[in-house]
């Protein structure tokens, strides 16, 4: 079953305008990871956030975990030509040992 | 190595044939994860290995999908007979501790 949604499934903006990505998981957790991809080959981990925690910063990035509704957000702010990726959500739900992946927004940025 | 190397990174067979996909994780890391990717799809769990404990293989598709990691660090993924609808990228994963994953660029699957 799928843990994780994020929403929306694309998105397309103009380069230096905010990009928001939102996530929905199922059931507890401990942490919440979101990864981007590029060119459908291999994940590249952006950032963690633990279920203790409301909001965590990197550079252009800023997450957001709401516990209570099970959902998170992803903000990029000033976008890039290179944000252009897919972003992934994943969750260990339940305290599995395994991360589960949503499946994904599409983004683009227009220059 | 730095990364996470998996091999080869395309592969084309023979539906019926046997294929087996490589993945060399960082070293020192004691998690192994395999996953697949569907064309535009999210990632399909298959199978987790943590250290020396028994594998968690809840996400192999069917009994065509096996693997072993061998002395703790490098994992093969087999599938026997393979068909058309195996056709995917097939990702793996290292990590240290229950914190990010570092993936490697992936074996594309093609069965025909």
């Known amino acids: 079953s799928q843990q994780g949604e994020e929403d929306p499934q694309a998105l397309s903006i103009q380069e230096g305008e905010n990009a928001t990505m939102n996530c929905s998981y199922k059931?507890?957790?401990?942490?919440l990871q979101w990864y981007r991809q590029n060119s459908g080959r291999g994940l590249v981990h952006l950032i963690l956030i633990r279920s203790n925690e409301r909001e965590k910063h990197s550079g252009r990035l800023r997450v957001t975990l709401d516990t209570s509704k099970k959902s998170s957000s992803l903000l990029i702010t000033a976008s890039r030509a290179a944000d252009t990726a897919s972003y992934f959500c994943?969750?260990?739900?339940?305290?599995?040992?395994?991360?589960?992946f949503g499946q994904g927004t599409r983004l683009t940025i227009n220059p | 190595g730095a990364g996470v190397s998996q091999s080869p990174s395309n592969k084309v067979t023979e539906k019926g044939k046997d294929v087996e996909l490589r993945c060399d994780p960082i070293s020192g890391h004691t998690a192994l994860y395999w996953y697949r990717q569907s064309l535009g799809q999210g990632l399909e769990f298959l199978i987790y290995?943590?250290?020396?404990?028994?594998?968690?293989k809840s996400g192999l598709p069917s009994d065509r999908f096996s693997a072993e990691r061998t002395g703790g660090s490098v994992s093969t993924l087999t599938i026997q007979r393979t068909q058309q609808e195996d056709s995917a990228v097939y990702l793996c994963?290292?990590?240290?501790?229950?914190?990010?994953?570092?993936f490697g660029s992936g074996t594309r699957l093609t069965v025909v």
């Open positions: 059931t507890s957790i401990n942490n």
């Open positions: 290995f943590q250290g020396n404990s028994a594998p968690d």
């Open positions: 994963a290292s990590s240290l501790d229950a914190g990010g994953y570092t």
């Open positions: 994943a969750t260990d739900g339940q305290g599995a040992q395994k991360l589960v």
